[in-house]
């Protein structure tokens, strides 16, 4: 057993930001997809939920949730179902968090290789679980997709939080100097806080 993969979710419809392909708008000059991905270049498998851009300057992996718009739990069961068995952990991140950085997720990682928790993601000053912004030990992810399948009878519209409920997970605070990096883009003026953030 070993190795890391990472699961980027980029099928979402941003309702909120006109129905714009957000993964795909720009924040410093490269796509917020782009930003993620580099952020976890040492992950292979790099497996995108969603439409991959045919311009995306690294290889992916891609697929589709099955049926289209099921949600990211769907989501999540279609990225882990091209993970490899023999692969450890795996990040679970959205694809809009530009300013998500290889050290960002470092610390996930190293937390989940020293605790007996199953996964790790960063909690906020207001103490919410950013859910979308960790790491995991993959069998643990896929045994607590499997359990709310088996519970649910299917996964269409299931959320991020009805999945943590089978999970052990460790919180972990950002200390250091600069933007967060959960910081996620729902809006316009999301999109302009990153890009001032990420001059």
Request: glycine share 8%.
């Given at each position: 057993m070993g190795g890391f993969a990472a699961v980027v979710l980029a099928g979402g419809a941003a309702r909120r930001m006109g129905g714009a392909d957000k993964p795909t708008l720009p924040v410093g000059?490269?796509?917020?997809?782009?930003?993620?991905?580099?952020?976890?270049?040492?992950?292979?498998?790099?497996?995108v939920v969603g439409p991959v851009p045919p311009d995306l300057p690294v290889p992916v992996h891609s697929t589709r949730e099955q049926p289209l718009g099921g949600g990211p739990v769907a989501a999540t069961a279609a990225g882990l179902?091209?993970?490899?068995?023999?692969?450890t952990y795996t990040a679970l991140l959205a694809a809009d968090l530009p300013l998500l950085t290889g050290e960002a997720i470092d610390v996930l990682r190293l937390t989940v290789e020293s605790s007996p928790m199953q996964g790790a993601v960063y909690r906020d000053a207001e103490g919410r679980r950013q859910m979308l912004c960790g790491v995991w030990r993959t069998?643990?992810?896929?045994?607590?997709?499997?359990?709310?399948?088996?519970?649910?009878?299917?996964?269409?519209?299931?959320?991020?939080?009805?999945?943590?409920?089978f999970l052990r997970v460790a919180e972990v605070s950002w200390r250091r100097p600069g933007p967060p990096p959960w910081f996620d883009c729902d809006t316009d003026d999301d999109l302009r806080t990153a890009e001032e953030w990420a001059r």
């Open positions: 000059g490269q796509s917020m997809l782009t930003r993620v991905l580099a952020a976890v270049h040492d992950a292979d498998p790099r497996i179902a091209l993970v490899p068995d023999d692969i069998a643990a992810l896929r045994g607590a997709v499997t359990r709310l399948l088996e519970e649910r009878g299917d996964l269409h519209g299931a959320s991020v939080r009805e999945l943590m409920e």
